[in-house]
């Protein structure tokens, strides 16, 4: 915010700096003008520097928490697979129990 403060103030100095109508205050607003454009070019700049590596920031960050859900799903399929696997075996347990009490009954 400070530096498109900054831009502003050199645009309307630049601006009063033309309105002289002289020679040297021409080439003195030129220059200027000439320096506001290169600032403004290396301000975009950086700013678009920044832009990029916060985007590559949060495409990191990203996959990153893809990779954390995919771990978390697989440990989830496989606890709920074992849970599966332990209460088929408890019930074909309980099943074969029940049917040698009743075999014994007989």
Do not use: P, R
Not at 7 to 17: D, E, N
Not at 36 to 47: F, G, H, I, N
Not at 76 to 96: G, Y
């Amino acid at each position: 915010m400070k530096k498109i403060a900054f831009m502003v103030a050199a645009i309307l100095a630049v601006s009063f700096a033309s309105c002289g109508g002289n020679k040297a205050n021409n080439e003195e607003a030129t220059k200027n003008e000439q320096q506001l454009k290169d600032s403004v070019a290396a301000v975009a700049a950086a700013a678009s520097e920044a832009a990029a590596d916060k985007a590559v920031e949060v495409i990191d960050a990203a996959k990153q928490a893809g990779e954390e859900l995919k771990q978390a799903a697989k440990d989830k399929a496989e606890e709920v697979t074992n849970a599966a696997k332990d209460a088929a075996k408890q019930a074909i347990d309980d099943a074969a129990n029940a049917a040698k009490s009743q075999l014994e009954k007989k």
